[in-house]
Structures are given as structure tokens and as C-alpha cells.
């Protein structure tokens, strides 16, 4: 065919016809693209565009017109697929971050998975979503786990100071030691104090050298210097943990250390040397059961704990407590020690300092016995015994006197108040603040002092935040802000940050490293709940600190269905199956690097046993043949 041909079947009607059928077909109509579609689709059916109309023009004088082709909705097809496999990627993590939540099996999670088809009939989503054991697993592990700690970590990164908390309990699956690692710090995004799960280490012995690599273990994405505080209990491996990691951090940098203001009190050590017989709690209960005077005990003891507890429960948040914490010890130590210390003497004592200095041995300190009050509830009870004897009245007394001794003995000894940072962060306490503007100054100055010398704000800085906090305090709209403050319903951070506005810089810095500091370890250990609720059976270690991570963001989100899940969320799930793929095969690789050792090791010994084999019986046939030559020349000799 030649140019000629060619130009005029270029030309034709049935050439023009053919190519804008193609020209159809292959062009999507953006009205169709475009039309509307399901926003999340439950029910997703395919339906026919508008007709695609295309003219092509003609070289010659006569047009050809376009002939009506139906198309199908390639682009609007593809669009609403993305749109359901986004959907069930959603729905699928949804339902993982709920079996996290209620502690659900992943087993359980599959079985209930499965039924939705047939819940939902109509529903492409219902249809589409596919969660067996091993997906619930490798979702949340591989997927939503590492999702959460890198946006931790993230968080981290931009904080300039943190609170590590930790403390161990034993795992009875793995039989080990697990150490669970809190994170506490100042959130810009919300301006409050958080405390997040970071992550779990499992110990084989519990000395401090094991606690410090894994405690180095656990905070290598943390740099050292922004560790403001180790919130701990009180054993003393803890204590050579922290005086360990205080010198290698003032090692490493000399200009900042670890702040301490104590530990978790709430720990007693028992005496080695007091062993107590077989089956001596027994003797002790029944012998007590025997005592008549037991219901009079009972009655002073529980008059006691009535005291105690509303402290206790007043510090198990997680909220910043530490402003309120020296008010309200001195005030607990006082009211225990005025039932037993001389009026005078307690009165004298004015300050926690001097509290602390009355000797509770001394007679001279400690009211008599005759006046000593028992209290109401026991003096009922007391009424109730028939003809009790003085002895045992005077026996009670004194037992009573000896527990409110150990019970002010144990805060002293553990108190926070021996720390000067506790008693100077007393000056964010609002009711202090109100009372007395010197007051609050006085305290402040305290703090200022530690922080100061611990290298977490200059001199400078210092002086700027004590004027600013004697501008703010005096202020009369600031006077009643802090007067009306409410501790049950208003968080304290909220207030300091509404008060310091933009212009008080060094206060506010001041304010967030205070109150991003722990009072206790009870986050900590209301984690050890938490965990007992998440193991099975043969769990995997890494399995229970994923789903720790987890249920700590859906409980920080307020639920599940507060949870943000972001296109990086379902990124990181949908890549999860390689992850997991991957791990596989690495955990696999090492099973075997270790069976192969194990192989070589065995060889090595059989060679190694084989060669001293061969090394003794050359050695006895080397001495045969000696002692055959020696017989030979004593022969000869003769």
C-alpha cells in the first residue's frame, strides 16, 4: 500500500468511525469519575456512565458524527475499590484495637471476624474483611504496636525533659522477672502531663547491674541528659540502681543530674534473721482469735486506716499530685503523732523538720497511758466486753501507742518531705499561693535552688521565674483564679499555663519540669492488672508489649472508637504481613545459627574427646615401651 492508500483510507468514513469508537473507550467521562459515589461503602455496585460522545474532525469537508458508545466506568470502578479495601484495612484494625481493649484471644477475634459476612449481608466491607488468628496477630504486633511507639517516640524527641518510671513483677507464663518502663512528660500538643507505656524487659535475677542494662535497654532511643526523674519503689537494688545511673549520667554530662525525691514508700523489708516457725502465722491468728480484746483492736486499727485512706486514694492518679504532696503528709504525720505526742511538745514543733526530731522513745514526749484515747468506735467495743480486766485495757493501750509509733516511724524514714524539692514544689499548690504570696516565694526559692544545682535551669532563668511568680500571685484576677481552684475537676497544669499566659517563659519552664515529676509508682503498678488480663498461655514476649502499647493508646484515647486511625496507620498495617514474614524467617535463621553451633559444639567435644583418647593411649603405650627399656637395661646390667 502506498502514501497515496494510506491518506485516503486516513480519510474514509469507516476509518473516522473506528477511531472514535476507540477514542471512546479509552477515555474516561470525568462527570462519570466523578459522580456520586458511596462515602464508606457498605454496598458497592458497579453502575453504567453516561454515554461517552467523541468527534473527531475531519480532514475532508464532510463530518462524520460520533456514534453513542456505552463505556464502562473504569475510573469510577477503581476509584470506589480503593475506597472499599481502605474500608476494610480500617475495619480491620478497628476490630483489632478492640480485642486489645477487652482482652480479647486472637482466636476469639477470628471467630467473631468471621460471622460478620453473614451479620451483614449486604455490607462489601463485611464481605471483604479476612482476620484469622494469624492476621489479628501480625496486625497488632507488626502493624498498630509500632505504629504507636514510633508516634511516641516521635513525642519524645520534642520534649526537653522526661520522667522514667519502673517496677517489677513476676510474669508466670515466661517464669521471669518483668520489668514494666512508663514514660512520663509535658504533651505541648495538650499542655498536660502524660504518662505512657514504653515498653517491658524480662529479667532472669533482679540484681542492680541486670536492672541498669535493662533499664539502658529500654530508654536507648531516650538521650540520657532530657531523664529528669526515676520513679521506683524502694528496695535497695533500686537504690544502687539510681546512684549507679547518677553517676554515669553526671559522668557523661556534668551539668545535669537525675532529681530524687524519693521513692515509692509502700515496701517493707523483711529481717532475714526473724524466721518464723512452720505454720507460725497460724499459731499468731488463732492466738489472736483467742484475745477478747480483739474487736477493740480491730476497732482502733480501722479508726486508723479511715485516716490513711483517703491520702492513699487521693495520690493513685496519674495527674500531677506532687505541689499537694508536703501539705498533706505534714498534715497526716501531725494528725497521727497528736494522738500520742504531749500537746506542747507537738505544738513547739512547728515546721516537719522539727516534726521529725521529736524522739517517740522518750517518756517525756509521749502522753500516759491513762490518757491515752482510744477512740470512739473502740471504746464501744471496749463497753461491750464484760468486766474487762485493767491489765488487759492497759495492755491494749500500750499495743495501740507502739502501732501509731511504727506507723509515724515508716513516714519519716520513707517520707518524701526529707527532700527540699518536695516542699519547695509546694508553691504551685494553689491554696498556698493564695494564702500567702512570701509563703509560696519562699518555696519556690527552694526549688529553684535544686533545679538549680542539678543543672535543669540556669541563675538566670531562676530569678526571672521568682519575679514572674511574685507578678502573677499578686495579681487580684490571679488571686481569685487560684482561690476557686477545684483539684477534683480542674487539672493543675491547665491552671499554671492559663496564668503564666506567653509573657512568663522561665515560669512556665519552671512549672513543666514540677509537675512532670512523680509523687508515686502507681501507674506502674496498676499496670501489672493490665498485664494479667493480656496473658495466655505460651504468650510471647514481644506479643504482651505490643498489646501493652496498644491498650495504653486506646486507653488514653478514651476508647476505641476515639482512636485516630491515620493513612500511616493502615500504611504500616498493610506492610505488617512482611514485617511478620520477615521476622519469621530471621527468628528461623537463628534457630537454626544456634543448632549449628550447638552441632559444632558437639563436634568439637566428640574431636576433642577422641584426640584425648588418642593423646592416653599413646601416652600408656609410650610408657609400656619405658618400662620395657628400662627393664632391658636393668638386664643388661646385671
Not at 122 to 136: N, P, R
Not at 230 to 256: C, H, I, R, T, Y
Not at 615 to 629: C, G, H, N, T
Request: net charge positive.
Amino acid at each position: 500500500m502506498g502514501i497515496a492508500a494510506v491518506s485516503s483510507h486516513a480519510v474514509s468514513k469507516k476509518h473516522l468511525t473506528a477511531v472514535s469508537i476507540v477514542q471512546s473507550a479509552s477515555q474516561t467521562n470525568i462527570r462519570a469519575f466523578f459522580g456520586a459515589g458511596p462515602n464508606l461503602p457498605c454496598s458497592m455496585t458497579a453502575t453504567t456512565t453516561s454515554e461517552c460522545v467523541s468527534t473527531v474532525p475531519s480532514t475532508s469537508a464532510e463530518s462524520v458524527p460520533a456514534k453513542p458508545v456505552a463505556v464502562a466506568p473504569d475510573g469510577k470502578a477503581s476509584l470506589n475499590g480503593f475506597l472499599v479495601k481502605k474500608c476494610v484495612t480500617k475495619a480491620e484494625v478497628v476490630w483489632c484495637l478492640n480485642t486489645i481493649a477487652t482482652h480479647g484471644s486472637f482466636c476469639s477475634a477470628a471467630a467473631s471476624a468471621a460471622l460478620f459476612p453473614i451479620m451483614f449481608p449486604t455490607c462489601d466491607v463485611a464481605k471483604k474483611l479476612q482476620l484469622g488468628k494469624d492476621k489479628v496477630g501480625y496486625t497488632i504486633c507488626y502493624g498498630i504496636a509500632p505504629y504507636f511507639r514510633n508516634r511516641l517516640l516521635s513525642k519524645l524527641h520534642s520534649v526537653p525533659h522526661v520522667v522514667v518510671a519502673f517496677d517489677e513483677s513476676l510474669n508466670k507464663i515466661a517464669q521471669k522477672e518483668q520489668m514494666d518502663v512508663l514514660i512520663r512528660f509535658w504533651d505541648p500538643a495538650d499542655d498536660v502531663v502524660k504518662t505512657r507505656y514504653l515498653t517491658s524487659c524480662f529479667l532472669g535475677h533482679t540484681r542492680a547491674e541486670d536492672l541498669a542494662a535493662a533499664f539502658k535497654k529500654a530508654t536507648e532511643n531516650i538521650e540520657p541528659a532530657k531523664i529528669l526523674q526515676l520513679s521506683m519503689d524502694g528496695p535497695n537494688v533500686n537504690l544502687k540502681l539510681l546512684k549507679s545511673l547518677k553517676q554515669e549520667f553526671s559522668a557523661s554530662d556534668g551539668n545535669q543530674n537525675i532529681v530524687d525525691i524519693g521513692s515509692c514508700g509502700l515496701h517493707v523489708h523483711v529481717k532475714k534473721e526473724k524466721k518464723l516457725p512452720a505454720c507460725g502465722s497460724y499459731a499468731h491468728v488463732e492466738t489472736a482469735v483467742k484475745d477478747e480484746m480483739l474487736p477493740v483492736k480491730l476497732a482502733f486499727m480501722l479508726s486508723v486506716s479511715e485516716e490513711l485512706e483517703p491520702f492513699l486514694a487521693k495520690f493513685q492518679t496519674e495527674k500531677p499530685m506532687l505541689p499537694f504532696l508536703a501539705t498533706a503528709l505534714d498534715g497526716l504525720l501531725r494528725s497521727l503523732l497528736g494522738r500520742i505526742v504531749l500537746k506542747e511538745k507537738l505544738d513547739a514543733a512547728g515546721t516537719f523538720s522539727k516534726q521529725i526530731k521529736i524522739d517517740l522513745e522518750n517518756p517525756n514526749n509521749i502522753i500516759g497511758i491513762a490518757a491515752f484515747d482510744i477512740g470512739l468506735a473502740a471504746k464501744s467495743e471496749l463497753r461491750k466486753i464484760t468486766k474487762p480486766s485493767h491489765t488487759a485495757v492497759v495492755s491494749v493501750k500500750k499495743e495501740c501507742i507502739l502501732f501509731i509509733k511504727a506507723c509515724s516511724a515508716k513516714i519519716i524514714e520513707r517520707s518524701p518531705l526529707k527532700y527540699k524539692l518536695t516542699r519547695g514544689a509546694s508553691c504551685l499548690n494553689p491554696a498556698v499561693s493564695a494564702a500567702s504570696v512570701e509563703a509560696g516565694q519562699k518555696q519556690l526559692n527552694i526549688a529553684l535552688e535544686v533545679l538549680r544545682e542539678h543543672g535543669r535551669l540556669t541563675g538566670l532563668q531562676g530569678e526571672r521565674a521568682s519575679r514572674s511568680y511574685a507578678q502573677v500571685c499578686s495579681n487580684s484576677t490571679a488571686q481569685v483564679r487560684l482561690r476557686k481552684f477545684d483539684r477534683a475537676r480542674e487539672r493543675l497544669e491547665k491552671l499554671w499555663v492559663e496564668l503564666c499566659a506567653s509573657s512568663h517563659e522561665e515560669l512556665l519552664l519552671f512549672v513543666k519540669i514540677v509537675l512532670c515529676l512523680s509523687h508515686g509508682n502507681s501507674s506502674v503498678e496498676r499496670g501489672f492488672s493490665v498485664n494479667k488480663e493480656c496473658l495466655v498461655e505460651n504468650m510471647k514476649e514481644e506479643s504482651l508489649v505490643a498489646q501493652r502499647l496498644v491498650y495504653d493508646e486506646v486507653s488514653a484515647a478514651g476508647g476505641v472508637a476515639e482512636v485516630d486511625v491515620t493513612d500511616k496507620m493502615i500504611d504500616m498495617v498493610r506492610s505488617s504481613n512482611i514485617k511478620w514474614k520477615e521476622d519469621l524467617e530471621r527468628k528461623k535463621k537463628e534457630r537454626l545459627d544456634v543448632l549449628d553451633a550447638e552441632r559444632k559444639k558437639k563436634r568439637t567435644a566428640a574431636l576433642v574427646k577422641e584426640l584425648e583418647s588418642k593423646k592416653q593411649k599413646l601416652i600408656e603405650d609410650a610408657q609400656l615401651q619405658v618400662s620395657m627399656l628400662q627393664q632391658e637395661i636393668e638386664s643388661l646390667k646385671q
